[in-house]
């Protein structure tokens, strides 16, 4: 995540409205492919929840894609998975990038707008209730606008069981939706209470981002940090809920990932710069990660030629140094 200051990415845009409910407008420009899409309309449940998710949606949005919330009724959550998002609230403007949350609050002004990546690969969710304001502010949320986890797992994985809930029961009862929305939250604001990282493990995590081409194995990044494999591996339990070696695969996916789409890279190329120096073993641990394989996740996801290239000054500087 980078706040921004000095640009606004959003000056001279003019998305249609598409919904006035009188206090509050919301506008559009919709340039997305949606890969999965669950909502309540009309609530099954005998007694109101105290927590509710009216609408959860994975998409894909592409460049030009803008959505404008004023004065919104609803608390909402845009996590990134792949590619970047720039998103405003209050005036306020980032760069949010994988791993990073950003909260839209009930009563603000907020927007998003595809990033300079070209994509945006998030999850997003719309949560109403009587108890929906009480439950960020207690939380911690209320005022914060982008969270960024170092480990996004738990939050999917909360978000998986939201939308099988949705998708698989046809009267869900009022107690499940509102612990399932319950927990999602509960994981941001464990996030947001964890506070900062033990200095070691920051440094930890810098190494492996620096070394996703090589060869590093545990022992060695213990090593170079002046502490024992078990304390490393402790602390990556502890904070992240990960092992070293699971959260090296996971970044190396996600550089991979993000080479399939945004470069002209071949597969061969891209597992050697995401540390693999046999391509077969890089498509199967690509598999276990997306479910679908590196050329299949180029098929679906890659951008038109004009839009290989990133237009960010790191993610450039970065593929020039592989190529």
Not at 84 to 113: K, S, T
Request: hydrophobic fraction near 40%; proline fraction near 5%.
């Amino acid at each position: 995540m980078r706040c921004i200051s000095g640009e606004n990415p959003f000056a001279g845009l003019r998305p249609a409205l598409y919904r006035n409910d009188g206090m509050s407008r919301y506008y559009s420009t919709v340039r997305s492919q949606v890969l999965e899409h669950e909502s309540v309309d009309v609530l099954p449940f005998g007694t109101p929840p105290l927590f509710c998710c009216r609408l959860l949606m994975r998409e894909r949005i592409l460049p030009g894609c803008h959505h404008l919330r004023l004065n919104q009724k609803f608390f909402a959550v845009e996590h990134v998975r792949e590619g970047n998002l720039w998103f405003r609230q209050d005036g306020r403007c980032y760069l949010a990038e994988p791993g990073d949350v950003c909260l839209m609050h009930i009563r603000h002004d907020g927007e998003f707008l595809t990033g300079p990546a070209g994509f945006c690969l998030k999850s997003s969710l719309v949560i109403e209730g009587p108890l929906i304001e009480s439950a960020v502010e207690s939380g911690g949320l209320a005022g914060v606008d982008v969270l960024s986890l170092r480990d996004d797992s738990p939050f999917e994985a909360c978000v998986d069981r939201l939308a099988a809930a949705m998708r698989e029961e046809e009267r869900i009862s009022s107690g499940r939706m509102a612990g399932l929305c319950c927990e999602a939250i509960q994981t941001l604001v464990n996030w947001k209470s964890s506070g900062t990282l033990p200095p070691v493990l920051t440094r930890a995590l810098d190494i492996l981002e620096r070394e996703l081409a090589g060869t590093l194995a545990v022992p060695e990044l213990a090593r170079e940090l002046n502490v024992s494999v078990s304390t490393l591996g402790r602390l990556f339990a502890d904070h992240l809920n990960i092992t070293p070696y699971r959260c090296l695969v996971r970044l190396r996916m996600r550089r991979a990932a993000r080479l399939l789409v945004e470069s002209d890279l071949s597969v061969k190329e891209i597992a050697a710069a995401s540390g693999y120096g046999n391509a077969l073993n890089f498509s199967t641990e690509f598999r276990k990660c997306f479910g679908i394989s590196p050329r299949t996740y180029r098929e679906q996801y890659r951008l038109a030629p004009s839009c290989f290239r990133s237009t960010d000054p790191v993610v450039q500087k970065e593929e020039k140094t592989i190529e």
